[in-house]
């Protein structure tokens, strides 16, 4: 079946410094998604992509996807403690449009 | 607020019984996923249904099984527990069929003793 692989599983920053973490899929995607987890709280949606090569922003956070369309990654520009949290990414394949998340990567923000 | 709700928020029990949690997913959304998330881990596909039927299955224990009702509200039933189960149990809805974009709840936290 599909697998989505995520790497780092844990990254530790000083605030200020930038993030990234990456995707890769077994399968080409549909579409993926990009989604965060604050300490005790629930995934939430942020940004989805379709397109092959595409590139969206969101204020600090920049997403890819790549040609293939079977890896992505999310770049966090000057990262601030509000980053703090958990980044998953979620894939789509096939008729059945299930998301197949990837292990997610933990984020911590020292001050 | 995802607009998806989950009850109960949190849950203790023993080994060997029989639990249920309840999850309303958002006002118009037919399509209700399970998950589950242990300790440090990521979200394990449960099951799928849409519009009262099951739509898909992932690793979903042959202990644990699910319905959605006529209102759309799903119930997820966890029997014979097992201390390994303690997790975190997510229910997402999505919007239709046009996007594959999910709301989560704010998750029931089951806990085995």
């Known amino acids: 079946g599909q697998q989505v692989m995520q790497i780092p599983q844990y990254q530790h920053v000083q605030e200020g410094e930038d993030f990234t973490t990456y995707c890769n899929s077994s399968t080409t995607l549909s579409n993926i998604q990009w989604y965060k987890q604050r300490p005790g709280g629930h995934p939430v949606f942020l940004i989805q992509?379709?397109?092959?090569?595409e590139v969206k922003k969101q204020k600090r956070l920049t997403f890819q996807f790549g040609e293939a369309k079977k890896n992505s990654s999310l770049h966090i520009t000057a990262t601030q403690t509000t980053d703090v949290g958990t980044y998953f990414c979620?894939?789509?394949?096939?008729?059945?449009?299930?998301?197949?998340f990837g292990s997610g990567t933990q984020l911590t923000v020292l001050p | 607020d995802s607009g998806v709700t989950q009850t109960p928020k949190h849950l203790i029990t023993a080994t060997g019984q029989r639990v249920t949690l309840r999850c309303s997913p958002r006002?118009?959304?037919?399509?209700v996923y399970w998950y589950q998330q242990s300790l440090d881990q990521g979200l394990q596909f449960l099951i799928q249904?849409?519009?009262?039927?099951?739509?898909a299955k992932g690793n979903i224990l042959e202990r644990f099984s699910a319905q959605q009702f006529p209102d759309l509200h799903s119930e997820l039933n966890l029997s014979s527990l097992e201390l390994g189960d303690s997790a975190l149990y997510f229910c997402a809805s999505r919007p239709g069929t046009s996007t594959d974009t999910q709301y989560f709840g704010p998750g029931t936290r089951l806990t085995v003793l």
């Open positions: 992509l379709v397109k092959s090569g």
């Open positions: 249904y849409y519009n009262g039927e099951e739509r």
């Open positions: 006002s118009g959304d037919l399509s």
């Open positions: 979620a894939g789509v394949s096939g008729s059945a449009r299930q998301l197949t």
